[in-house]
């Protein structure tokens, strides 16, 4: 049974960085393509990028492209989420996705001081 | 970007009931369409992909269609598990795009 396990999440004040992580089980992680979609608290979606199944590239939405980093540590089979100079519109919750086929339970992240 | 235009954004609609949720694509996405279910407090879960194609364990009411740039989800004779949100996502071109969303609701 494919599982995607994130954590990291939590109570952030603006202008911090946070890195959310991905534990995956259940298959070959190093054999997919990975990818993070956010959903904010009125329920809008948003892909944010997605990575090579080597992590040899990544894939980001334009917006977020400077401040947000996707990495992956296949030994580990583990997904990461480096998000840098967060912002209140950055407050959602963050799901860790096999390009949207399996999704993780998702973690919430808030931005407030 | 592509943008996903979804419609409604709410549907009322009574046990039994055939619906129709509907995504324009603002360019071409080819069959690169999926649609999403997501009940409350939960992830969403894929039920259909490449426009058509049902997902694993998706039941059968579910089918999705596509004439030119419209695609819809339609639920044959909707069931109280039924009651959910549901999204579309263009998976054509980066950045990926979804729709705002139809919250399905009882009437």
């Known amino acids: 049974e494919v599982q995607l396990v994130e954590s990291g999440g939590g109570l952030v004040q603006p202008g911090a960085s946070l890195k959310l992580s991905c534990v995956a089980s259940?298959?070959?992680?190093?054999?997919?393509?990975m990818s993070w979609v956010r959903q904010t608290p009125g329920k809008t979606m948003e892909w944010i990028g997605d990575i090579k199944y080597d992590g040899s590239y990544t894939n980001y939405a334009p917006s977020l492209k400077n401040r947000f980093t996707i990495s992956r540590d296949n030994a580990k089979s583990t997904l990461y989420l480096q998000m840098s100079n967060v912002r209140s519109e950055d407050t959602a919750t963050y799901y860790c996705t096999i390009t949207t086929t399996d999704w993780g339970q998702g973690v919430m992240v808030t931005v407030s001081s | 970007d592509i943008q996903m235009t979804q419609s409604p954004s709410s549907l009322p609609a009574s046990l039994g009931d055939r619906v129709t949720i509907t995504c324009r694509a603002s360019q071409d996405i080819g069959n690169y369409l999926r649609w999403f279910q997501q009940k409350p407090g939960k992830s969403p879960r894929l039920m259909i992909y490449?426009?058509?194609n049902l997902a694993a364990g998706v039941p059968s009411r579910f089918s999705g269609s596509r004439s030119g740039s419209d695609y819809s989800l339609t639920i044959s004779s909707l069931e109280s598990e039924d009651m959910a949100d549901y999204y579309c996502?263009?998976?054509?071109?980066?950045?990926?795009?979804f729709g705002s969303g139809t919250k399905l609701e009882i009437k």
């Open positions: 259940g298959f070959t992680f190093s054999d997919y393509w």
């Open positions: 996502l263009q998976s054509k071109e980066s950045p990926l795009t």
């Open positions: 490449g426009a058509t």
